[in-house]
């Protein structure tokens, strides 16, 4: 008899460690938006795990936004710290040094534009949040711009492969956002038409015409 009931409280507690664990699988409806809205950028696997972490209570797909900005916003500084060291560094070239000090500049106004990007996400409005953060690129290339004939150095450019990663979702997801917010007007709809619509046979035509 005692046998039997050990053995039902082994049942029981496997049991329960067993629904525990399947419990710890189950996707949260947070983790759910998360992946779902992470599922077409550059990084799924990045995207979510810098997003999921830091959000919490309900999902909402612009503080997801805003938090992968702020992210980019990180690897910024420290690109931008990698210069300050390589600047400060003996051992680095007088036109190496030159170099990063552009390139220094570029990731500034970097800032700004990222500063703006997330200023656009509190209002909500994704497609301006896009058009800022966008500018970041243009910064990117014009530090690499600096660096010509030379390369930049090898811990400068892996700081700058990934935040070309991270940017990538920044605006996958606000170019996503961003469709949903004109569809809404129905701004989506009307420049899909415009696009696929055949050309009127009165264009270039001087004087009466009829369609």
């Given at each position: ?117 997330i ?55 606000s170019k ?8 809404k ?27």
């Amino acid at each position: 008899m005692g046998f039997t009931k050990n053995i039902l409280l082994i049942v029981s507690i496997s049991s329960f460690l067993l629904l525990q664990i399947n419990a710890t699988r189950v996707p949260s409806p947070l983790q759910d938006g998360v992946t779902k809205l992470c599922s077409t950028t550059t990084d799924p696997v990045l995207c979510v795990n810098t997003i999921l972490p830091h959000l919490h209570g309900d999902f909402n797909p612009y503080k997801a936004l805003e938090l992968e900005i702020i992210a980019a916003k990180n690897q910024v500084v420290k690109s931008v710290a990698v210069m300050d060291n390589l600047i400060r560094n003996p051992s680095t070239t007088k036109e190496t040094k030159e170099s990063l000090i552009i390139c220094k500049d570029q990731y500034g106004f970097m800032i700004d534009s990222i500063n703006q990007a997330i200023a656009a996400v509190s209002i909500p409005n994704a497609r301006e949040a896009n058009a800022k953060f966008s500018a970041i690129f243009s910064y990117r290339q014009s530090c690499e711009l600096a660096f010509e004939p030379e390369v930049p150095p090898v811990s400068l450019t892996n700081e700058e492969a990934a935040l070309k990663i991270v940017g990538g979702n920044v605006l996958d997801i606000s170019k996503g956002l961003g469709d949903i917010e004109m569809s809404k007007k129905g701004l989506l709809k009307d420049a899909i038409t415009k696009i696929t619509s055949p050309p009127s046979k009165c264009l270039h035509v001087v004087g009466s015409c009829n369609e």
